[in-house]
């Protein structure tokens, strides 16, 4: 668990800025006006509540800037001297105890000033001694704007710095620049760090994180060092001198045996023996990297020697507390970043080695004892000589190998492919799967149907003479059915009759096909008067003509369409018998009235019938009066709300304006207010 966290820390505004930060919010937060009528206790609440006010702002801002950055005696060592290292400690304190001065001169400011305004006398007097007030406290905010600066720079780059937790397991990367450190930290972790091939790439401690027998491990790659003196050391190198001093860590000490980083390994092997003292009490590793340039068998008989010299140094870090030496297995290891060879054996016995130190570290220590007094461990002890071996029985025996056996893996496609030559040489095939009766019929080729040839097996030879059959069949079915058309009730029609019945049919089927072509002109058709007819295509003489043609009586049909025309136009009003018989024989034949008034009385006209409501009319789908009124009813129901709230119909969302502007906007004038 990482306990420092420094993106948290609040951002430190400059001299300015704070000062308008403090004396808006008390512009906003405190009573603005005040007129001169007013008590004079009231007038010197007025200001002294500004001052305690712009006082208690100041405060809290600063304390939580002097509360958020750490204190460098407070926190663990690595990142006291960390800190010291990139700020230097002394300029760091100096800033966060001018803050501390600045918040307790303020402090004493308003102190003296609401003593002050306790005894004014006046407005002017009160006003005067509040705006002194609060120009002294921004005059001394001013003067600590150079460490407000600093502050913020620091802060930025602390933001920056990574989250290293220094109690949790850690392994250290160190050596010369450019001997591969970043490249293996980018191998066995999920960091990018930049690789470059010069030296100094690495300017600052870079974090990953990397995974170990269910363990969580961080890695921190360090800058390069240079074999030195310490006071010459720059910033960069003195970041990964503290990482080594107070990280308790397994030390990975990368040896360049190639010699392509710009130093010899003797150069590499004087910078071991100056800081060897930074790996007492911790796992050292020496891995010789890029071995696939140079082979560590390869180099020198003197660098062989180094080596060594420096592989038994490695071996007596361990003797901390009157330890043996570690074993030499894992003190010299080789790899090859480029090739990744060596990469993860170096990985888990850095691991494995600190793993060990921690567990024999807390096996020493005194708590464990309080964690043995719950252990107990049973060794049972045997009672005779007899053996008595573990009896499992053979259903378990024989179900544990076929699960065995049905482990066992199955080659699929793509392994066969693999083992073929690949895609592009393998092709796979698809008959190896049909069910036959005989396997060896699977890669038999098929026929090919070529000119008829190589597939007479699979034609029937009366193929030909079936389908005469079946066509001959076939026609006299179609004939059967076609003397059927032609029967009507199940007798015979004559010839004439017969051809009266297919000119009625084919007139007919024109009088649908006319239909439809009309029906689906319709809706872009006007509607044309009758008068306006030129064709006069349905008009009576045409009618009798065309029954009298096929041998029908057209004066029935001609007389009752005649009847409903003058119905619809209105006719002459025959006269009655009653009248008739007293005025003589001569008023029995029909006059044609002299008058217009008369002839428009005695002519009928139709009168439109009122029907009740609820009446059920054929075609609107109603079956009787009561679902005709219970459907009305529902209707003026939905319609209710829409009629309430003036809509047009359900379609109407018009939103209206609830809040006209003219009403509720501008000053009130003098009159009345209860519109508003």
């Not at 000062?19 to 609440?45: C, E, F, M, N, W």
């Not at 019945?501 to 509607?527: N, V, Y």
């Not at 008067?529 to 003489?541: A, S």
């Amino acid at each position: 668990m990482v306990q420092y966290n420094f993106k948290k820390i609040t951002v430190v505004p400059n001299g300015k800025d704070f000062v308008d930060i403090i004396l808006s919010r008390t512009q906003r937060q405190t009573p603005t006006v005040v007129h001169k009528g007013y008590a004079i206790s009231r007038l010197r609440q007025f200001y002294m509540r500004k001052v305690k006010y712009t006082q208690q702002n100041f405060h809290e801002k600063l304390s939580t800037i002097i509360d958020e950055f750490p204190r460098l005696d407070d926190i663990h060592p690595f990142y006291g001297d960390l800190l010291h290292v990139l700020y230097n400690k002394d300029h760091y304190k100096l800033a966060l105890g001018q803050i501390n001065t600045a918040r307790n001169l303020i402090s004493k400011i308003a102190k003296d000033y609401v003593k002050l305004l306790k005894y004014g006398d006046s407005l002017y007097r009160c006003k005067s001694l509040k705006v002194a007030a609060l120009g002294r406290m921004c005059t001394v905010m001013k003067r600590i704007g150079p460490s407000l600066a600093y502050l913020e720079q620091i802060r930025q780059h602390m933001a920056r710095l990574p989250s290293i937790d220094p109690n949790t397991r850690t392994i250290l990367i160190c050596g010369y620049p450019n001997v591969g450190k970043s490249s293996f930290i980018n191998k066995i972790t999920r960091a990018d760090v930049d690789v470059q091939p010069y030296a100094f790439t690495t300017k600052s401690l870079f974090v990953g994180h990397t995974d170990y027998k269910y363990l969580r491990y961080q890695v921190i790659d360090t800058p390069g060092i240079l074999d030195r003196p310490f006071e010459d050391r720059n910033i960069i190198e003195m970041c990964s001198i503290t990482a080594l001093a107070h990280l308790r860590a397994a030390v990975l000490f990368f040896l360049d045996v190639s010699g392509s980083c710009g130093y010899s390994i003797a150069q590499q092997a004087a910078l071991f023996h100056s800081i060897k003292s930074l790996f007492m009490n911790k796992p050292l590793t020496i891995v010789c990297n890029k071995t696939d340039l140079q082979p560590l068998e390869g180099i020198s008989e003197e660098d062989m020697k180094l080596v060594m010299e420096m592989k038994s140094e490695a071996m007596k870090t361990l003797v901390a507390q009157g330890g043996e030496a570690t074993n030499d297995d894992d003190v010299l290891l080789t790899m090859s970043t480029l090739t990744e060879e060596g990469v993860i054996a170096v990985k888990n016995a850095a691991c494995e080695r600190l793993l060990n130190q921690r567990v024999e570290m807390k096996m020493k220590s005194k708590k464990i004892n309080d964690c043995l007094n719950r252990f107990h461990v049973a060794m049972p002890k045997p009672r005779d000589q007899k053996e008595r071996p573990p009896c499992i029985p053979q259903a378990v025996l024989e179900a544990k190998a076929k699960e065995a056996a049905e482990k066992e893996k199955r080659k699929t496609e793509k392994d066969l492919e693999d083992e073929n030559g690949g895609a592009g040489v393998y092709s796979a095939s698809l008959k190896k799967n049909y069910i036959l009766a005989n396997d060896e019929w699977k890669e038999d080729v098929l026929p090919e149907i070529l000119d008829g040839h190589n597939v007479y097996d699979f034609i029937d030879p009366d193929i030909l003479q079936r389908l005469e059959e079946l066509e001959q069949e076939e026609g006299i079915r179609q004939a059967e059915e076609g003397d059927e058309d032609f029967e009507m009730d199940g007798e015979e029609l004559t010839p004439e009759e017969k051809e009266a019945l297919a000119e009625i049919r084919k007139k007919k089927s024109l009088l649908i096909q006319e239909h439809r072509m009309k029906k689906s002109t319709a809706e872009s058709r006007p509607t044309v008067p009758r008068k306006f007819d030129k064709d006069r295509k349905f008009t009576t003489e045409r009618m009798g003509r065309q029954l009298s043609a096929m041998g029908v009586d057209p004066s029935k049909a001609i007389n009752r369409l005649r009847e409903r025309s003058l119905s619809r136009r209105g006719r002459k009003r025959e006269r009655s018998t009653d009248r008739g018989h007293d005025d003589g024989g001569a008023m029995d034949m029909d006059v044609d009235q002299p008058n217009k008034k008369l002839r428009l009385r005695s002519t009928s006209r139709s009168r439109s019938r009122s029907r009740p409501p609820n009446e059920v009319v054929p075609g609107e789908g109603f079956k009787d009066s009561f679902q005709k009124s219970k459907a009305i009813k529902l209707f003026k129901n939905s319609a209710k709300k829409r009629n309430k709230d003036a809509r047009r119909g359900e379609a109407d969302r018009v939103i209206p304006t609830l809040k006209p502007k003219h009403l509720f906007s501008g000053k009130r004038s003098i009159g009345k207010t209860q519109r508003r």
